[in-house]
């Protein structure tokens, strides 16, 4: 098998620290033969600047989390086919999202690890965008032993990231196994007992960034909980960057604390159908606009 190249080549010019550059070479033209492994390998995995918001480790990411496991029902403009997940990343970036999450699907509208229905998506959505992409390998939607290990093992387009659940079975293996085919990593850490898999797992370092998404209803006990979760993983990869973001009622003053932390953050349909003001959102888009105007505030006249 030659080496992994990314699929519809683009240049994209994007501030990032360049200790966290996440690089590799690109090696000849796009291959298209469905057979070779395609990996968007020359888009740098770094953080986009926001004006008047600086993080951590220099540059806020603000990344749009577009579907999730959400479907119509929920909201008549979540996107679900390759087609309308390109449409509406372009739309997101466009609004200020500098990477870009998803839950790829089936026809039927399923969440799928299946490698047709990732290529599909993410050769879709590089038709549009010059941005990062991840996908999810959540259990949920292959709870059987060593399943998602094989999907993983199976995709022939690879995503620039993947987010892993630390609390979820055989976390650390498909992490392994991410890194080895040169897909980053979003750890993801939902408990203090998920931070500390993830301590103990010797991949921390290897790691594109921590994800703290405390799924408390409440903002009290979310607080509390990322709280739990920063003294597990203090001192701990220190360097890897950390995004923070909440869920439902928790979506806007978990994006408002993950600002006055430093942390890199998201939004988007998967984390929350509403704006701030409690207004049903008409898109991904606007989520994404109204998030980039709390991170970047004007400067006062």
Known sequence: MGEPVRLGQRNLAVA???HHAREAQLSGDPIHDPGQVIHQATVPLGHVTLPGAMSQHGRVLLKACLNGTRGRAEHPMCPLNPEELAEDGHAAVRAGAGALHIHPRREDGAETLEASH??????????????PIGVTTGEW??????????AVHRWTVLPDFASVNFHEPEAGEIAAALLERGVGVEAGTWT???AGLLARSGLADRCLRFLFEPMDETLAAATS???AIER?????????????????TTAWPILDLAESLGYDTRIGLEDTV??????????????VRTAAARLAPCDPQ
Do not use: C, K, Y
């Not at 990732?118 to 941005?131: I, T």
């Not at 597990?232 to 439902?248: S, Y």
């Open 225 to 227: 909980t990322v709280g």
């Open 232 to 248: 597990v993983l203090d001192g701990v990869a220190p360097e890897v960057p950390r995004l923070l973001h909440g869920f439902e």
């Open 274 to 287: 509403r704006l701030p003001d409690g207004e049903l959102a008409a898109d991904n888009a606007q989520l």
């Open 16 to 18: 990032i620290n360049p």
């Open 192 to 194: 203090p007992h998920a």
């Open 141 to 150: 939607i292959l709870p059987g032993p060593s399943e998602r290990l094989r």
């Open 118 to 131: 990732v290529s599909a998506a993410l050769r879709a959505m590089r038709d549009r965008v010059s941005v």
